[in-house]
Every structure is written in structure tokens, then in C-alpha cells.
């Protein structure tokens, strides 16, 4: 273990670091903490410049309810579901697939296929943005609707999943599928009843990390769709902020509810979360 | 094995050998990553061509495209926003570089097993979590001249009116602090994974030899987090590269462009100058940049394969 666990040390210095815990998560997060004060905080106090004391009277219901009367952020969050919920299920699919393909079977190109999604996976979303933005405006006509930001993300984080999948499954022994297909199972059966029951806890991981990455995208937003109709909740807070250029507590209420289900997910899938995140950190 | 007398099986082997039987070894494959090489290739193969390609024209988006051949990187050589675009992509490179160590630094200071410790753990990793956006939002208000906490600081020391993200020497560096928030977390759960899954073995060996404190750090445990360090490099560096949101959200690459990045000019160029081929250049000299750590993390996650 390391550093030296703080039960071999002095008492004096167990009890400052059990004490320096929280300051230091307090300054940390000090941005969001002031964000999540605003957020209940009234029009008047805000008024007189009282940013950062302690909100004399709370007003977190009708804060967040004026978000949600005064502004489509309803509509933005039922669109951000809409758009990351199939994008992530599709992107695991087909990853699935690919990666058992580059896991298990030797074929020609098959590790220069495995290059291209990793390498795909980092190149900067710019160097995509104008084919893909004329593609959705002029050859397939779906510019500002929900599928073009499914159909994209699909196809972006299928290079994420495709990397994160094949070198799960490439643990998965050899004799498992040697013994199915020995028995005469048929080759899409294997994939189906013996690789997809013990690939679940990737899966799994995968989808909690892809979420987060989905639901937090900006750029796409921006240059796929336009109406409030169809745009994510990150998009539209951005342009919120044009409406609501003083209204800070309204501002922040908003924020706080674009953040929520990302952390909310984060929190119920911690082990999840950082299993698919630190693949890769631990060994090589 | 004898197998294809199990009855529990529903087996197929009793058929006559279809086609599809005799050649199904070598087809699943290519229909199982059908799908995702056909996503893959219509929304990221095909338009990295063709961007490179939209990178030689002169074109609004609209009237018919003109070849130009190199003229669009001509221009961007002369373009003094570029430079500053490139100069400001390398201070997010180089500052982006404290986010491993940071996150090392954080995650040392975690890694101890006292009573509420995992929940400190997840809300350090908080700003990772959240969206970008909402981290602008959060920082440009934490600047903010009037009603900033960063204002408020500096008043118990008689400074007064400071707008950093309103100053062309200080606004890019505000939205690089910014940035380093969630990656200094990011970097952090890294290196809490490389921590836990150390050999401890390694580490009493070095103590037993005399080793602690700093020595024993560099020696016994710093080596054996060599994979988390090289992931998070990587990914700092992809991350500075890639920054947008920020800029969009904070400053939209102002004062004067004085905070502009590539990816942001690149943006500002092709939809609010309409100048889609000299955009694209843009795009084409951040993808060449970026094709270095892609061709050096592919090299090393390719031996890594090999060997």
C-alpha cells in the first residue's frame, strides 16, 4: 500500500487527515456548490449581490419550477433521453459484434480493423462536421431531428465500444467457444448464447460510461439540429443563457438539472462507471 | 469429444452440409462487424476523406464547390488568427500536461481506507460526471467581474474588477483552468485504479531495502503506474486538442479571437463566415496534429498486442 496507511501513523495525524477530507472536497467543488446555492436562492438576494453567503430563503421549489414553466428544458431533457438512450443501446449492439469478431476469429486485416476504430475513436469531431452536417441537410433529409444525433453518435462511440468490447472478450478463454463449436453449435448461436451471457458486466460499464458521453455532448448538438424541439438539454442551456442573461438563479437551477442524470447514473453505477473508465489503467 | 450423440443439444450436424454450414467460420465474422464498419465508415471514415478533400475548394456550403488546390493553406499561413488558434492549442497542451500529475497527486492523498473515503472519492470525481457546458457556465460566473467567488478573493486583498475572461492575454488561460477541472479528476480515478491494482509485494520489498517517502515513490511505485501515466497523458492531450465547448461556452474564442482554438476557429470559420473549404483546412491541420498521438498510441497498444 501506498502511501503508508494513515492507521500506521500517529493519532494527531490520523485525525488531520480524517479533518482535511472535507475542506478539500469543499474547495474542490466549490464552483458547484455557489451553482447549487443560486439555484434556491431569490431574485432579491441576488439583486443586492449576494452571491456566495449562506440563501437566507430557500426557494428551490419555485426556482426549478420556473425552469421548467418558463423555459422548454422539459422538452430538452425528454430529448436528450430520446436521443441518448437508442444511441447508446445501438452503439453497444453493433460494438458487441464487432469486437467478438475481432476477438475470436483470426482473418486477414483484422488487427488493422481494430487499428481504424481506435484511431477513429480520436480524431477531432471538426475534421467530420461538414460531410456529416451535409449529409443529414442534403442527402438523407433528417438536419434537426433526433435520428441524425442517434445515427451519429451510434456510429462515433461504436469506435470507443469496438476498442473497450474486443479486448474484453479477447479474456474470455479460447476452450468455451472451442467446446460450442465442438458440440456443432452454429457460429451465430455461439455469439449468442455463450459470449453475449458473460460479455453482460462490459456491457454494462460501457453503457453507463457512453450515456455520460452522449448525454454531455455539445458540439453535435450544435451542428445537427437547431429547434427547441429536438435539441439535447446541453444545447438548450446554452441558449437559455441567451434568454436569461441576469436570471442567474434560473440559470443555475438549470444547470443542476442538466447535470443530474449523468451524476445520478454515475452514483448508482459507480463500480460500472469506472470499471469501463479505467480499462487499460491497470495493466499493459 | 463425442458430440454430436449428446442429446441434450438440438445440434445441426446431422443436416447435410448446407453452404452456409461449410462457410460459416469465415462469414460470421464479416457479418458480425457489418453493421458497425458500415456505421463507422459512412459518419467517420468517409467524412475524414472527404473533409480532406472539401479542404482544396473554395465553397459556401450552397453554389457549386471550386478547386483551388492549396490556396486554403496558403491563406491560413498568413492568417494571424490561426497562429494564435495554434499558439493558445499549445498552452492547452502544455497545461494540460499538470493534469496527470495533479490527479496523481489527488489520488495519493485518497488512497486511504478511512470511514466515508469512497464517497470522497466519487464526488472528487464530480466534474468529470457533469457536461462541459455546465462547467463554462459554472467558471464564467466564478469570473465574473461583478458577482464572482474569484472577485470576492481578491477584494480581502484591495483588487478590484478583475474580468479575466475579458482580458486577451488572461481569457485563454481562465478557460484552460476551466478545462483542467474535470481532467484533473479524470486523471485522478486513473490513478486511483493504478494504485489499487499495485503489487504490494514490490512496495514492502522497497521498504524493507530502506526505501520511503520520495524515493520509494520514484523507485517502487511511480514504475508500476506506468500504464495509468500513459493513459492519462493520452488522454490529457487528446482532450487540450479537442477543446471546444469551453471556448464556445465561455469566451466563444473571444476577446479578438485572443482565445480561440483550433477546433473553435475551425467552427467560427465554416458556419459563421461561411467559409466551409477554408474550415476544413483548419479541421485537416488539427486532424495532422492529432494523427501524431493517435500513430503513437496505436504503435504502443499494437506492440502491446504482439507481444
Redesign the interface.
Known amino acids: 500500500m501506498f502511501p503508508t496507511p494513515i492507521q500506521d501513523r500517529s493519532r494527531a495525524a490520523q485525525a488531520f487527515y480524517r479533518a482535511s477530507l472535507i475542506p478539500a472536497l469543499v474547495v474542490w467543488l466549490l464552483p458547484l456548490v455557489a451553482i447549487a446555492f443560486t439555484s434556491i436562492r431569490s431574485i432579491d438576494e441576488l439583486n443586492q449581490g449576494r452571491f456566495w453567503t449562506w440563501p437566507e430563503e430557500t426557494r428551490f421549489v419555485e426556482n426549478y419550477t420556473a425552469v421548467f414553466t418558463q423555459s422548454p428544458m422539459g422538452q430538452f431533457l425528454v430529448n436528450s433521453v430520446l436521443i441518448t438512450v437508442p444511441a447508446v443501446a445501438l452503439s453497444i449492439a453493433l460494438s458487441a459484434m464487432a469486437g467478438y469478431a475481432l476477438a475470436k476469429y483470426r482473418f486477414r486485416g483484422s488487427l488493422v480493423l481494430f487499428a481504424i476504430f481506435i484511431a477513429g475513436n480520436f480524431v477531432p469531431f471538426q475534421i467530420l462536421m461538414i460531410p456529416v452536417r451535409d449529409l443529414f441537410v442534403n442527402v438523407v433529409p433528417l438536419y434537426d431531428t433526433i435520428l441524425a444525433l442517434v445515427l451519429f453518435h451510434m456510429a462515433f462511440q461504436t469506435g470507443f465500444c469496438t476498442l473497450f468490447m474486443r479486448n474484453f472478450i479477447k479474456q474470455i478463454p479460447d476452450a468455451l467457444i472451442e467446446a460450442a463449436r465442438v458440440e456443432g453449435v452454429s457460429e451465430l448461436r455461439i455469439f449468442w448464447h455463450v459470449v453475449l451471457p458473460l460479455v453482460r458486466p462490459a456491457m454494462a460499464a460501457l453503457a453507463v460510461l457512453v450515456f455520460t458521453f452522449v448525454w454531455n455532448d455539445f458540439f453535435w448538438a450544435l451542428v445537427l439540429v437547431q429547434s427547441d424541439e429536438v435539441r439535447p438539454v446541453t444545447a438548450g442551456l446554452q441558449a437559455l443563457r441567451g434568454t436569461w442573461t441576469s436570471a442567474w438563479q434560473l440559470i443555475s437551477a438549470g444547470a443542476i438539472i442538466a447535470a443530474l442524470p449523468p451524476v445520478a447514473l454515475f452514483f448508482l453505477m459507480q463500480r460500472h462507471f469506472i470499471a469501463g473508465l479505467t480499462l487499460g489503467a491497470t495493466k499493459g | 469429444?463425442s458430440?454430436?450423440a449428446?442429446p441434450s443439444?438440438p445440434?445441426?450436424?446431422a443436416r447435410p452440409e448446407s453452404w452456409w454450414?461449410r462457410h460459416?467460420?469465415?462469414i460470421?465474422?464479416?457479418?458480425?462487424?457489418l453493421?458497425?464498419?458500415a456505421?463507422?465508415s459512412?459518419?467517420?471514415?468517409?467524412?475524414?476523406a472527404?473533409?480532406?478533400w472539401?479542404s482544396l475548394h473554395d465553397w459556401d456550403?450552397i453554389s457549386e464547390r471550386r478547386f483551388i488546390g492549396f490556396d486554403n493553406y496558403r491563406e491560413l499561413f498568413d492568417d494571424r488568427v490561426f497562429w494564435t488558434s495554434i499558439v493558445n492549442n499549445i498552452w492547452w497542451l502544455l497545461a494540460f500536461m499538470l493534469a496527470p500529475a495533479l490527479g496523481l497527486a489527488i489520488a495519493?492523498?485518497l488512497?486511504?481506507?478511512?470511514f466515508?473515503?469512497r464517497l470522497?472519492k466519487?464526488?472528487?470525481?464530480?466534474?468529470f460526471?457533469?457536461?462541459?457546458?455546465?462547467v463554462g457556465?459554472?467558471?464564467a460566473?466564478?469570473y465574473n467581474p461583478?458577482?464572482?467567488?474569484l472577485n470576492?478573493v481578491l477584494r480581502a486583498f484591495g483588487i478590484e474588477g478583475i474580468s479575466p475572461l475579458d482580458s486577451e492575454t488572461g481569457a485563454t488561460f481562465a478557460v484552460i483552468v476551466a478545462g483542467l477541472?474535470p481532467q484533473i479528476a479524470?486523471c485522478m480515478?486513473?490513478?486511483?485504479?493504478?494504485?489499487?491494482?499495485?503489487n504490494?509485494e514490490v512496495?514492502e520489498a522497497a521498504r524493507m531495502d530502506g526505501a520511503k517517502g520520495w524515493r520509494?515513490?520514484w523507485h517502487?511505485?511511480l514504475p508500476q503506474l506506468?500504464?495509468?501515466t500513459?493513459?492519462?497523458v493520452v488522454v490529457s492531450v487528446?482532450g487540450a486538442?479537442?477543446s471546444?465547448?469551453l471556448v464556445?461556452?465561455m469566451t466563444a474564442g473571444g476577446p479578438y479571437s485572443s482565445s480561440t482554438v483550433?477546433?473553435y476557429y475551425?467552427?467560427e470559420q465554416?458556419f459563421l463566415s461561411v467559409r466551409?473549404g477554408y474550415?476544413?483546412a483548419?479541421?485537416?491541420v488539427?486532424?495532422l496534429i492529432?494523427n501524431v498521438?493517435?500513430a503513437f498510441?496505436?504503435w504502443r497498444?499494437?506492440r502491446?498486442?504482439q507481444a
Open positions: 469429444m458430440s454430436s449428446t443439444l445440434v445441426v450436424t454450414h460459416q467460420a469465415s460470421t465474422p464479416l457479418l458480425l462487424l453493421p458497425a464498419l456505421a463507422f459512412l459518419f467517420v471514415l468517409w467524412p475524414i472527404s473533409s480532406l472539401l456550403g495519493l492523498f488512497n486511504q481506507s478511512v466515508g473515503i470522497v466519487s464526488l472528487f470525481f464530480f466534474p460526471v457533469i457536461s462541459q457546458v455546465v457556465l459554472v467558471f460566473w466564478f461583478q458577482y464572482g467567488l470576492e477541472w479524470y480515478i486513473l490513478y486511483l485504479a493504478g494504485l489499487a491494482a499495485m504490494p512496495i520509494l515513490f517502487a511505485v506506468r500504464p495509468a500513459f493513459i492519462a487528446i486538442l479537442r471546444f465547448d464556445a461556452i483550433l477546433a475551425m467552427y465554416t466551409y474550415g476544413a483548419v479541421a485537416a488539427l486532424f492529432m498521438y493517435i498510441f496505436l497498444m499494437l502491446r498486442e
